[in-house]
């Protein structure tokens, strides 16, 4: 089988005889033809099957069949990662091949990977004009953006929706990365010094007695909790959820969270020092954690925050990657900044929902009945300024009717109600009036429903206990809707 004039292939070994145009079969050019004693031959210019040059491949690159040092060392590997659409083309032939010239496969593990389609699921081809040229999306994107948005689609068993949006998310995901690196060199003063990472920056003590700030506390073991996951994610080849426990640390917990904790400990300039040192160490070991997904931010600014020094190795690739370590584990500090969290989510979303300015100072009372709220009067100071209000703490449930100049979030141990300005007081009372109308329309069909003899009969046990519980609690809204109005 003849493939296409593919330069780098393997030339077909057959000669022909310039004078009687015999065909000769050998490993090396003939010297004389058998037929006619000529001594001019030509090759032949074509070139073999491109899945034979392939098969050839795992040995062939690396000196074969010269026993080189990089063949003794490099063969066989361990994994392969390859497509579905060319297991016997490719991959069965490679087996064959290692076996016939090395005595052995070459690798023993392979990773399959579905096809990449469009944004659509549609396979990409120059016909439909859904293709996405790779060199175009780099320079539009980045390098890292697009192998982001690739490992984050690369779930087993289905194919890869790749998207411009979905790079285009990748991207801003880098750009969140860099300013939070921005902000800590920044506050470095211009000085490239680099603290040891985790692995070796944190005594060996009980993280409860840790004297570092909760928010330090806090993001060890975060990024302890992540290493593990991606550890196990990366041994079992599911490389979407690699891409998601990245993700969701980088820009969920250490921008959205411990950044904006920092910011607030920075401005009170207590500590300087070590508040940057224990921050600089996460992010160096967090940078390390990224690294396979985004190599070239990673390394970019792992290189900064190295700066001059020369104890260090000469790339983050070099470095040991971050493993679980259950010293680090702290379960006091998560359960604190949860409730931190907890507490300034529900202050946002009543904000939110009341359409009301994040600038706009809001007082408000937390209720509860759990040992929760000494824990949030604790952190008090945290909570009012990350959410711009200022609370006062009642260990009771909450009142029943907040009124229409107040705002109400219940959680399973809080309930949060805000002042609102009188100006909203009036549309508070219009959007209360309607969310009314629509609960007790939901009430109305329910009830019809339930009154329904034929409709009893006929559904499954399973769906008219769901419609009675949503009809307890259609109720239970609109009593606690109508003690507000």
């Not at 400990?265 to 967090?286: C, D, F, K, P, Q």
Request: charged residues 25%; proline residues 5%; aromatic residues 10%.
């Amino acid at each position: 089988c003849i493939s296409r004039q593919l330069w780098w292939g393997h030339r077909i070994p057959a000669w022909y005889c310039r004078e009687c145009r015999q065909i000769v079969v050998a490993r090396e050019a003939p010297q004389t033809c058998s037929g006619c004693g000529s001594t001019h031959f030509d090759q032949d210019p074509d070139v073999l099957d491109t899945w034979f040059s392939s098969a050839l491949w795992p040995f062939s690159t690396l000196g074969w069949p010269a026993q080189t040092e990089d063949l003794s060392v490099y063969y066989p590997t361990s994994l392969l990662i390859t497509g579905f659409d060319i297991l016997f083309f490719w991959v069965a032939r490679m087996i064959m091949m290692g076996i016939e010239f090395m005595g052995d496969v070459p690798f023993r593990q392979v990773y399959i990977h579905g096809l990449v389609r469009d944004a659509e699921r549609q396979k990409m081809s120059k016909t439909r004009g859904n293709t996405i040229d790779p060199l175009v999306v780099t320079e539009k994107y980045g390098t890292d953006a697009v192998r982001m948005a690739l490992l984050q689609g690369a779930a087993p068993g289905t194919d890869i929706v790749l998207s411009e949006e979905r790079m285009e998310g990748s991207r801003n995901f880098a750009n969140k990365i860099w300013n939070a690196a921005r902000f800590f060199l920044m506050n470095l003063g211009g000085e490239t010094w680099l603290p040891e990472s985790l692995e070796t920056f944190l005594p060996e003590a009980s993280p409860d007695t840790f004297e570092a700030p909760i928010e330090d506390r806090w993001i060890f073991s975060r990024l302890n909790n992540a290493a593990e996951q991606a550890n196990r994610a990366i041994e079992q080849y599911r490389y979407h959820e690699f891409a998601q426990v990245v993700w969701h640390f980088f820009w969920h917990e250490f921008c959205d969270w411990y950044l904006e904790l920092k910011k607030l400990r920075l401005r009170e300039n207590e500590g300087l020092s070590i508040h940057l040192h224990n921050s600089v160490a996460a992010l160096e070991t967090a940078l390390r954690l990224l690294h396979p997904a985004m190599p070239f931010l990673t390394e970019e600014l792992w290189q900064r925050l190295r700066g001059a020094r020369t104890d260090r190795p000469i790339s983050i690739a070099l470095l040991p990657y971050p493993r679980y370590r259950a010293e680090l584990a702290n379960h006091t500090a998560e359960r604190e900044i949860g409730i931190v969290q907890e507490v300034v989510t529900m202050a946002r979303t009543l904000r939110a929902e009341s359409k009301l300015d994040q600038k706009q100072q809001l007082a408000g009372t937390l209720y509860s009945r759990s040992d929760a709220l000494a824990i949030a009067r604790k952190h008090a100071a945290a909570i009012e300024k990350l959410a711009n209000v200022r609370l006062r703490f009642e260990a009771a449930p909450a009142p029943a009717a907040a009124g229409i100049s107040a705002a109400t979030q219940s959680t399973a141990e809080f309930d949060l109600v805000l002042e609102l300005p009188e100006a909203l007081g009036e549309a508070q009372r219009k959007r209360l009036a309607k969310e009314r109308e629509q609960l007790a329309r939901n009430i109305e069909n329910s009830r019809n429903r339930l009154a329904d003899q034929s409709f009893l009969g006929k559904a499954p046990p399973e769906v008219v206990e769901t419609m009675r519980r949503k009809l307890a609690d259609y109720e239970s809204q609109l009593q606690k809707l109508d003690g507000s109005l």
